[in-house]
């Protein structure tokens, strides 16, 4: 299979951050406010940090408090960028319409790995032997904050009225199996796909890794 690094979204599903720039110009209706890159550098260097929007004048840029100043894309811009010299802690955006504010969000250092988290995308699946659940596997900090440079192998482990469809984690070089119970983290994030076996129940999922806290949930299959 070839692949590169355009589009949208990565092999895995994960939306880049160009997925929010483009629901900015072309999703009115969804108030958007994306903040990136992540937060986590060296400290001392200078980061160019962009922020996307739509439904706003401006957005101001805090860092750990202090304003970074306050920018508005203009008619034909697509997003707003400040250069900020790295120092842990938390950047915070705040996008206002005539001088409200209308959203926030904000990215924080993260420390270690420490645990990981679990995201199905439902927790009820039918039971007819092809309908999947897609699980998304976080690594997280000690605070639960996601730690974007983790790529810890994360092994998978499957009980009850399914199985391991496949695995991923969005990256473009990897050369892990897609059919297989352990991946890599990518960005700290990979992807377990559990399909239903044809029978009713219950499946318990798992997810662990050397030094972390391990994770599990349970999908209904009706």
Not at 57 to 82: A, I, P, Q, Y
Not at 107 to 131: M, V
Request: contains cysteine; proline residues 5%; hydrophobic residues 35%.
């Amino acid at each position: 299979m070839d692949t590169n690094d355009f589009g949208i979204i990565d092999l895995a599903g994960f939306p880049k951050d160009i997925y929010y720039m483009y629901q900015s110009e072309w999703c009115p209706e969804k108030q958007v406010l994306h903040l990136f890159p992540h937060w986590n550098w060296t400290p001392g260097q200078t980061v160019d940090v962009w922020a996307c929007y739509n439904n706003a004048d401006e957005v101001e840029l805090f860092c750990n408090g202090k304003s970074m100043g306050t920018r508005s894309k203009g008619k034909d811009g697509s997003h707003v960028c400040w250069r900020v010299v790295f120092e842990p802690g938390t950047i915070k955006a705040v996008a206002r319409k005539n001088g409200k504010t209308v959203q926030e969000t904000e990215r924080s250092t993260a420390g270690a790995p420490a645990r990981i988290r679990l995201r199905p995308d439902r927790s009820i699946i039918q039971a007819d032997g092809d309908d999947l659940c897609f699980i998304t596997v976080e690594i997280l900090d000690k605070n639960g904050t996601l730690c974007p440079l983790a790529d810890n192998k994360v092994a998978f482990s499957i009980s009850g009225s399914g199985t391991i469809a496949g695995v991923d984690n969005g990256s473009q070089t990897s050369m892990e199996k897609f059919k297989a119970t352990e991946r890599n983290a990518f960005y700290g994030k990979c992807l377990a796909v559990v399909r239903n076996s044809g029978e009713p129940g219950k499946i318990t999922f798992s997810a662990a890794s050397p030094g972390l806290e391990s994770a599990g949930i349970t999908i209904e299959c009706r």
